[in-house]
């Protein structure tokens, strides 16, 4: 079902949930996700919407992620990984098969995927992602490696 940002299909109607692609203007584009934190997030803002008078509601914008424990690694992926201009290596080694990897979309971080990190070792780079932090910021030195 398609949405707008405030996650309403058509007037006095909201989804939410694996059926619902709506506008997320944190990266200015349409998604779908399917996870189970997305569903339950993207519910109570479909429901706050729906419940609000209209000049009270909110966009629904968050940053998207999902974590999967693959054998003895952790994959954790926050924020927009399609479309990117460059991927790089930020922290770790791919070698070790641990790291973290930025996403740079314009001029803007949109992602970070960490392989085999600790959930701490991410946290910080989703807040950079939810701030629309310039890359030049979020990655000042780094080296690129084209994706």
Not at 33 to 60: C, K, S, V, W, Y
């Amino acid at each position: 079902m398609l949405c707008d940002a405030y996650c309403a299909a058509a007037p006095g109607v909201y989804a939410a949930g694996d059926v619902a692609r709506w506008d997320n203007p944190l990266f200015g584009t349409s998604m779908r996700i399917e996870h189970r934190t997305n569903a339950a997030e993207q519910g109570m803002a479909a429901a706050r919407n729906l419940l609000a008078a209209p000049d009270a509601r909110r966009p629904f914008a968050p940053v998207p992620y999902f974590w999967s424990d693959q054998y003895d690694m952790k994959i954790q992926a926050y924020g927009h990984l399609r479309g990117h201009d460059e991927v790089t290596v930020v922290e770790g080694d791919l070698a070790e098969r641990r790291f973290v990897a930025a996403y740079r979309t314009g001029e803007r971080l949109t992602g970070a995927l960490a392989v085999g990190m600790p959930p701490k070792a991410v946290r910080s780079w989703r807040q950079a992602i939810a701030g629309g932090t310039a890359w030049s910021d979020a990655v000042p030195a780094a080296g690129t490696e084209a994706a």
